[in-house]
């Protein structure tokens, strides 16, 4: 994207023909595989959330690095902060924290997933103590809550594409016209 901004930039400035072109060319191909990844993601939106729903699964049960209390590791932290922030525990619920690599034949789960802040609390067998909501649910309403933000934020980008095309083709117009204007003198 900041190669094509600095292909415009000096199209613009040099009132390059050929490098007016190449951004524009660029600009509506970005654009149409805009359209194109937006469709096949809503055409496939079920296959890619059970594909999403895997992929964690995995990640607790075979790379999950941290000892579910003070010391996270990479993917202990992230956990850490999607459990803290959404008030949730584990994929779909905190029986994906059972018999995990990090803590095989146990039914322990990060102290992340409690609902207070008690060090060892994940480590107990009082599940009134933690959150009973799956992380996957949780981020997926905070998703559709604010989908009318991020759907305003893609059309506005959309508009702001458009602008860029028009304004490219409009350049390459005026560019055109004074080389004319100028030959005829």
Known sequence: MIVMGFV??????????????????AIVIVFLLEIVAC???FENRKEISGAVKKRLLDNIRFEYDGDGTTN???????????????ECCGVN??????DITAWPNETW???????????????????QDWFIEGCYDSIRRS????????SFVALVIGI?????????IALLCAIHNHK???MAV
């Open 143 to 150: 998703l559709a809550e604010h989908l009318t933000v991020v």
């Open 109 to 127: 789960v990060p102290d992340s997933c409690c609902e207070e802040n008690i060090k060892k609390c994940g480590k107990t067998t009082n599940t």
């Open 93 to 98: 619920g905190f029986m994906d924290w059972y």
């Open 39 to 41: 469709i096949v993601a």
């Open 160 to 168: 702001v594409q458009l602008f860029m095309i028009g304004s490219s």
């Open 8 to 25: 415009g930039c000096c199209g613009a400035f040099m009132e390059s023909r050929c490098m007016l072109v190449l951004y524009f060319f």
């Open 72 to 86: 996270p590791g990479k993917y202990g932290k992230m956990w850490d902060v999607f459990q803290y922030d959404f």
């Open 180 to 182: 004319v204007k100028s």
